[in-house]
């Protein structure tokens, strides 16, 4: 599997790219990383936004499906009686962050769904609660992938969210002991000072 989309009034569409043997409709596959079984009832040969049904579909041929329950983007299925898992797309790690909260405090449940499908259809984008924080951060590739994601959210969603700067947490942690001697002198006039630490 190479590609999942959500597609309003259709549900989950999986794409994917038959690598050996043939896939037939209705047949009953093996996920090698959910270890579960997914039945694919209809297999289509995608053309834009058109799909056009097929029965079989051949080594070679890229193919969608509907309606996978626990297959997802870099996931292989398998002939039950044979096993065997393809490398998985290696995605770039992500370059910026940015905090991000709903502007109706009635949607921060809803968000956090909807942030999870994004990231399903999209795995260059990555989701984080930090609970040190206490802020939903959001990596992405760039400013315009954050803005593209925004803009999603508002026209495709209907959510109002607003993007804050992601804060930092300052700490500094004690790793071993060590043992320290200062002497302090400094002699102006007067009876001048002295003091020592360890």
Not at 4 to 30: D, N, R, W
């Amino acid at each position: 599997m190479f590609k999942t989309l959500l597609e309003p009034h259709i549900g989950k569409l999986s794409f994917f790219k038959v690598m050996s043997g043939e896939v037939k409709a209705g047949q009953e596959l093996f996920n090698e990383k959910g270890s579960t079984s997914e039945r694919l009832n209809q297999l289509f040969i995608a053309d834009g936004k058109n799909r056009q049904q097929v029965d079989r579909l051949r080594s070679g041929d890229i193919g969608c499906t509907l309606k996978l329950k626990n297959t997802f983007t870099n996931h292989t299925l398998n002939d039950p009686k044979f096993s065997a898992r393809i490398d998985p797309i290696h995605f770039p790690p992500p370059r910026v962050r940015t905090a991000i909260i709903a502007k109706n405090k009635a949607d921060d449940e809803k968000l956090g769904e909807v942030l999870n499908e994004i990231h399903m259809e999209d795995p260059t984008l990555e989701v984080e609660y930090n609970r040190e924080l206490k802020q939903v951060i959001l990596h992405g590739q760039g400013e315009l992938h954050l803005a593209v994601t925004k803009w999603r959210l508002e026209h495709i969603y209907n959510m109002q969210v607003e993007y804050l700067p992601a804060r930092i947490p300052y700490r500094e942690t004690i790793q071993k002991s060590a043992q320290a001697n200062y002497r302090h002198k400094k002699q102006s006039g007067g009876a001048g000072q002295f003091g020592r630490c360890s």
